[in-house]
């Protein structure tokens, strides 16, 4: 079994678009599952995931049926992060070790492996991306929101709960008392109009008193 390690591809991807990256064979002859040990140095796409800094295992399925399903694992081969189908790829020249190329993607979007070689071979595996991949809009991180406050947190008193003013019921509407009548002004007394003099009344007081000095003074005689 032998054993691959890519190191540093991913400052050679960013820097050259479908530039192979070096990686070296460890002892022996590649196995007949295609098994690889590839150790990336900062996070890199693969269909289906996002890879993190580290080492993982790559290798075929079922190499007895089909030769063109690759599995990516963990290091020690207890988690699978992806499992993908290739298409052919094939290159000029040879090389003693195997290499991995990539796709060109924007500034902050991890690179996306395109194609794997091994040492020695023409032939290599390209990886089928599913629609819409590999990712190539680097992730918005929303900033969190701040707040600012005139003195430190810990002196700011806790606010005292104001008093709930108990409801009152409204008062019961009650119609309106009718005006009172107002009762009316007794006009004052119309005054008579004069229709005679006051004359004629003091001659009857003279008169009436002259006739009561005759009687006294003829009661006085028939006395005496």
Known sequence: MSRLTI???????????????????IGGEVTYDKLAFLTFSAPV???????NAGT?????TNPNTSR???????NDGGTVYAMFHTIPD????????PVVSFMETPAGVPPAVKSLFYGGEYRGYEFVYPKGGPIMIAEVV??????????PAAAIPEPVPEPVAEAVPEPEAFPAPEPEPV??????PVELPRTASPLPFAAVGGFATLLAGLGLGFLRKYVN
């Not at 050679?12 to 064979?25: C, D, F, G, R």
């Not at 993982?56 to 075929?60: C, K, P, V």
């Not at 929303?142 to 003195?151: G, I, M, R």
């Open 7 to 25: 190191s540093g591809v991913v400052v050679a991807a960013v820097m050259a678009l479908m530039t192979p990256a070096p990686a070296s064979a």
């Open 45 to 51: 796409q693969v269909p289906g995931v996002t890879l």
């Open 56 to 60: 993982y295992r790559f290798r075929l």
């Open 68 to 74: 063109n399903v690759l599995q990516v694992l963990s």
């Open 90 to 97: 094939g290159r000029a020249s040879l090389t003693d070790d």
């Open 142 to 151: 929303p900033q969190p929101e701040v707040t600012y406050s005139p003195t």
């Open 183 to 188: 009762a009316e002004q007794a006009a004052p």
